[in-house]
């Protein structure tokens, strides 16, 4: 049986070796990405069913990858993979868009097991892209046709927690959590302040997309 494509992002070459031999025994095809960069080519050329994506890439943060590919409408399940067991890490990856975590050293049989359930429940629905905004997480900018803007590692995470579910109001506990993944002591206003620089940002470079408040919730990105 075939499980499906599956994007393996992994930079350890041992380690990837093993996921690309495996998962073809298992019935998937497999799709190897060593990089951030790499990985988001290969989303936007490709097909695939599955990502396995590692959050200790070289060039980019696994979390900042799956934000960028959800703010460009890339729907495909995301399986994380870590080093660190820490509970703000699984929290902030749910938070940007992943749906399932393994922490290194993990079963393979394991991965295997949680792989096919994501295949089995690959029809979910997702939201769209937003507009005209890409996000960028190895440079960290957020661009359209028109120009493109720097963002701070904070407030790249902040724009693609709301760019993974536009049109849906996110809590500001789930942009906090995915904003500071270390489970720092967040202040109102400090999320404040960030969300009004992104706005400037936003309108610096022309987008259609705008950020809203949802008094009483949090914001949203239309």
Same mark, same amino acid.
């Given at each position: ?10 930079? *350890? #070459?041992?380690?990837? /070796? ?15 990405? /060593?990089?951030?960069? $790499? ?10 069913? %599955?990502?396995? %994506?590692?959050?200790?890439?070289? #060039?980019? =943060? ?12 890339? #729907?495909? !399940? ?6 660190? =067991?820490?509970?703000? #890490?699984?929290?902030s990856g749910f938070?940007?868009g992943g749906d *399932? ?15 096919? &359930? ?6 979910? *629905? ?5 507009? *005209?905004?890409?996000?960028? !997480? ?30 849906? &109001?996110?809590? /500001?506990? $789930? ?12 202040? =109102?206003?400090? %999320? =404040? ?26 914001? /949203?990105?239309?």
């Amino acid at each position: 049986m075939n499980f499906g494509d599956v994007l393996v992002v992994e930079d *350890d #070459d041992d380690l990837r /070796r093993v996921l690309r031999q495996g998962l073809c025994e298992e019935g998937f095809t497999v799709t190897i990405a /060593r990089t951030g960069a $790499e990985a988001l080519a290969l989303a936007e050329s490709g097909s695939h069913d %599955l990502i396995v %994506l590692d959050i200790g890439l070289p #060039d980019a =943060d696994g979390r900042d990858v799956c934000q960028a590919l959800r703010s460009r409408g890339t #729907d495909v !399940p995301v399986l994380f993979l870590t080093a660190s =067991d820490a509970a703000t #890490d699984r929290v902030s990856g749910f938070g940007v868009g992943g749906d *399932d975590y393994l922490t290194k050293p993990f079963e393979f049989a394991e991965l295997v097991a949680r792989l096919q &359930a994501l295949a089995r429940r690959s029809n979910l *629905d997702r939201r769209a892209s937003v507009g *005209d905004l890409r996000l960028d !997480p190895v440079s960290h900018r957020v661009s359209t046709s028109v120009g493109e803007a720097e963002l701070t590692p904070t407030e790249f995470r902040l724009l693609g927690a709301l760019a993974a579910r536009p049109g849906e &109001a996110v809590r /500001r506990r $789930e942009m906090v959590s995915a904003a500071w993944p270390s489970g720092a002591i967040v202040h =109102d206003n400090t %999320l =404040d302040v960030y969300l009004a620089r992104l706005r400037k940002k936003i309108a610096a470079v022309e987008s259609t997309a705008s950020i809203q408040t949802v008094r009483g919730v949090g914001y /949203r990105l239309e």
